[in-house]
């Protein structure tokens, strides 16, 4: 047997020959070149539905701040109608608790009693033992 003839196989049973394994080889890249695609597509569509999602959430975030902003006016200006109403009422009651004072006093004097003079007298312990 010629020693060149042992590494010849391409004439054995079940060998494939060189184009064989080349046109194998070449199915599983296309093959792998379709999987790539398809994965590439599927990519794609989550991507666009991720930038709509963003899109939608960007737009209503935008909303809500508009929203946030109109009520923190109206929140404002029921604060400053708020203080008005409170000031008022204040300057009101002591409008009304001096012109009650100078009616006791008028009374007090038309009574014939001393304008100053306390009707509450207090009672002071002076004496601890």
Known sequence: MDPTDIENTDDWLGCPTPLETCRHQLTLYENEFE???????????????????????????DQLRTQLAAAKSE?????????????????????????????????????????????????RETDRT
């Open 35 to 61: 999987e790539l695609n398809l994965q590439l597509r599927q990519a794609r569509e989550q991507i666009f539905k991720l930038v709509e999602m963003h899109a939608a959430a960007a737009t209503e975030r």
């Open 75 to 123: 929140l404002a200006d029921a604060k400053r109608r708020t203080t008005d109403i409170e000031t008022k009422s204040n300057w009101e009651l002591m409008a009304k608790g001096r012109e009650i004072s100078e009616l006791t006093t008028q009374i007090r004097i038309l009574k014939g009693d001393s304008p100053f003079k306390d009707h509450f007298p207090h009672q």
